[in-house]
């Protein structure tokens, strides 16, 4: 099974290979081949997922990963991670948390997740940024209902300071990898 992920009106940027389903590891590939060596890989782990991010000898990146966990509530679900991301030509730690958006509701999707940037962590953590940032948003559109159709339409969107690339290309990967582990868990659901 692939996913596709494109800019609106653009070619396919990056592809998302799930060999088993929903249910398995995936792969992120880049433009629209499943061929070759991916560049991120996925895995689900306990209450989260394991993501391998690639080394970027050009610009001194080592290879890493980042650990996403789900906070299961019936009210609030949420998924949060954070890393290290470009700030203004240098590099700083940030939260994350991909949150049900309050357009979730509409009746156009049957899921609406936002990426909010939680801003700036410190080491003792008591020095959070009070506002947020909605620097990503993905959803699944509804399906008929009573469709027994296996495709699934949706999309994902970069917004805020994410859509100029600023924030670094392992945050972009994490962003991406992370939208697709979201779709996996809702299919488990």
């Known amino acids: 099974m692939a996913l596709f992920?494109?800019?609106?009106?653009?070619?396919?940027?990056?592809?998302?290979?799930?060999?088993?389903g929903w249910q398995g590891p995936t792969y992120l590939f880049p433009g629209s081949s499943v061929a070759g060596d991916p560049i991120s890989s996925g895995l689900r782990s306990g209450d989260g997922f394991i993501f391998q991010l690639p080394g970027i000898p050009s610009y001194n990146t080592p290879s890493g990963q980042v650990t996403m966990t789900y906070h299961r509530s019936r009210s609030n679900p949420r998924y949060s991670f954070s890393m290290r991301v470009e700030h203004g030509g240098s590099r700083r730690t940030?939260?994350?948390?991909?949150?049900?958006?309050?357009?979730?509701?509409?009746?156009?999707?049957?899921?609406?997740?936002?990426?909010?940037?939680?801003?700036?962590?410190?080491?003792?953590?008591?020095?959070?940024?009070?506002?947020?940032?909605?620097?990503?948003?993905?959803?699944?559109?509804?399906?008929?209902?009573?469709?027994?159709?296996?495709?699934?339409?949706?999309?994902?969107?970069?917004?805020?300071?994410?859509?100029?690339?600023?924030?670094?290309?392992h945050w972009t990967v994490t962003a991406l990898m992370s939208s697709v582990a979201i779709l996996q868990n809702a299919s488990r659901e």
Not at 6 to 18: K, L, Q, R
Not at 146 to 151: E, L, N, T
């Open 94 to 169: 940030e939260s994350f948390e991909w949150r049900i958006s309050s357009e979730a509701r509409s009746s156009a999707c049957s899921m609406v997740w936002e990426l909010v940037s939680l801003g700036r962590t410190s080491k003792s953590d008591s020095h959070r940024s009070r506002s947020y940032e909605v620097v990503a948003m993905i959803h699944e559109d509804n399906t008929l209902s009573g469709s027994v159709s296996v495709q699934r339409s949706g999309g994902f969107q970069f917004l805020g300071r994410a859509t100029t690339g600023s924030m670094g290309y």
């Open 5 to 20: 992920i494109s800019e609106p009106g653009s070619h396919t940027t990056y592809a998302a290979c799930m060999p088993r």
